[in-house]
């Protein structure tokens, strides 16, 4: 049940763009994406729900294909601050979204070099 | 809006003591989520409260564990008879809902315990 998330690191130069997918095996209601720096809190980065929206903000978007129960998030040329452990965390859709806790992958180290 | 707190946000114990860690959220927020996260890991689901009421627990919270919302405002997580095993982050998370809608969760900083 727990998401699969793929690539498990990445090492990038600044401006660079990068993708990381998250998977599931479960039908999805929603995934969300978060950014953790070691040692602080998950920063929540952006909700996707199923319907395959898109969303995005600055230069990070994300997409959620509903058929194959993934989602994409986009980094684009990548700044040093986008350095750290990319999560997603995912509500199935047979728990009807909304008040459940969320299942995390096991995240995607992201590395900016200048 | 100070976001989450956690205290404390360490805590180092020998194996067998309890331990009780405290989290408050957002003061609007309605509900509030417990999560353990070790190593390597992305934060798994512990339990979570609709206002005072604990309406959900995972299969990973174990009798020794047991966590409180008495007045629906802040949290309480105890750890009874500690084992090493449980040394972890414990992360909590607020969020707001209206009902019927995923709703954006909101971690703190987070308890690291470390059980000798």
């Known amino acids: 049940q727990q998401p699969v998330q793929s690539p498990q690191a990445v090492i990038l130069r600044e401006g660079e763009d990068a993708v990381i997918n998250c998977s599931s095996s479960k039908a999805l209601y929603s995934v969300h994406w978060y950014r953790q720096k070691h040692g602080e809190a998950p920063i929540f980065l952006m909700i996707l729900l199923k319907g395959g929206e898109q969303k995005g903000h600055d230069k990070i978007s994300a997409s959620f294909n509903e058929k194959k129960q993934q989602s994409s998030l986009y980094l684009t040329a990548s700044q040093l601050s986008y350095s750290g452990t990319y999560f997603c965390?995912?509500?199935?859709?047979?728990?009807?979204?909304?008040?459940?806790?969320?299942?995390f992958g096991k995240g995607t180290h992201l590395i900016i070099q200048p | 809006d100070t976001g989450v707190s956690q205290d404390p946000r360490h805590k180092i114990t020998k194996r067998g003591q309890n331990v009780t860690f405290r989290c408050d959220p957002i003061s609007e927020h309605n509900r509030l989520y417990w999560y353990r996260q070790t190593l390597g890991q992305g934060p798994e689901f512990l339990t979570y409260?609709?206002?005072?009421?604990?309406?959900?627990k995972s299969r990973l919270l174990s009798d020794r564990f047991s966590a409180e919302r008495p007045k629906g405002s802040f949290s309480t997580l105890e750890i009874q008879r500690t084992e090493q095993g449980d040394s972890a982050m414990y992360l909590c998370?607020?969020?707001?809902?209206?009902?019927?809608?995923?709703?954006?969760?909101?971690f703190g900083p987070g308890t690291r315990l470390t059980v000798l």
């Open positions: 409260f609709q206002n005072e009421a604990q309406l959900e």
């Open positions: 998370a607020s969020s707001f809902s209206s009902g019927g809608y995923t709703d954006t969760q909101y």
């Open positions: 965390g995912t509500e199935i859709l047979e728990s009807g979204g909304g008040a459940d806790g969320l299942t």
